[in-house]
């Protein structure tokens, strides 16, 4: 059952859409029309294999089949950023009918590590994307994106984000959600998560 926040996200969602706004849940894809009804949406995020770069990672995630847990080597100082063992962190919104949605959306790290790119999801065009550090630690940690990305790229209609940490072991949970007021997930109802181990290099 929904949530009366969830209700109200996609209701807003459905009003801006109609009054020509950017990103605000714009159906997508070849399995029906979405229909706006409360509660419609759901959010899926998971971690990227890279194309075999991320071995731990299985091949096949997705957001209809999202792996959401990597064990990951840090990055070594000299790599810079995103350093040479990031994380890539997709994810989706998905209709009723399983189809995928735009609307504005943000990652947000907790604990360890930081976002090493939040890219803007079209380039030259009336997307864009913010990149924060919100408590102060120098380590970017909120990336807000006004929409899917929109490139003609591999990746299009999907959230794209970098992760990484550069030394000591940790846990770094990422939480990825709708976030039309562009100030985090503690607030929100639509969200999914990730979960990466970061580990010493000996350590693997």
């Not at 924060?132 to 299009?156: H, K, M």
């Not at 709708?178 to 580990?199: H, L, M, P, T």
Request: hydrophobic content about 30%; aromatic content about 6%.
């Amino acid at each position: 059952m929904s949530s009366p926040r969830s209700a109200l996200v996609a209701i807003l969602s459905v009003g801006a859409l109609g009054a020509g706004a950017t990103g605000a849940f714009a159906s997508h894809g070849g399995g029906g029309d979405n229909d706006g009804a409360p509660g419609a949406f759901r959010a899926s995020s998971y971690i990227n294999g890279d194309s075999g770069a991320n071995p731990d990672v299985n091949p096949n995630s997705s957001c209809f089949s999202p792996d959401q847990f990597d064990r990951q080597r840090v990055s070594t100082k000299a790599s810079g950023r995103p350093g040479n063992r990031n994380v890539h962190n997709d994810a989706c919104f998905l209709d009723m009918n399983g189809d995928k949605a735009d609307g504005p959306a943000s990652f947000q790290v907790k604990g360890v590590g930081f976002i090493s790119a939040c890219p803007d999801p079209d380039g030259d065009g009336p997307k864009y994307s913010v990149l924060r550090d919100t408590n102060g630690d120098r380590q970017s940690d909120l990336c807000f994106q006004s929409g899917y990305q929109e490139t003609g790229a591999p990746g299009d209609d999907e959230f794209h984000a970098r992760l990484n940490k550069r030394a000591n072991e940790g846990t770094q949970r990422v939480v990825w959600c709708s976030d039309a007021d562009a100030d985090g997930c503690d607030d929100e109802d639509v969200k999914d998560r990730i979960k990466i181990s970061w580990v010493n290099p000996d350590s693997r």
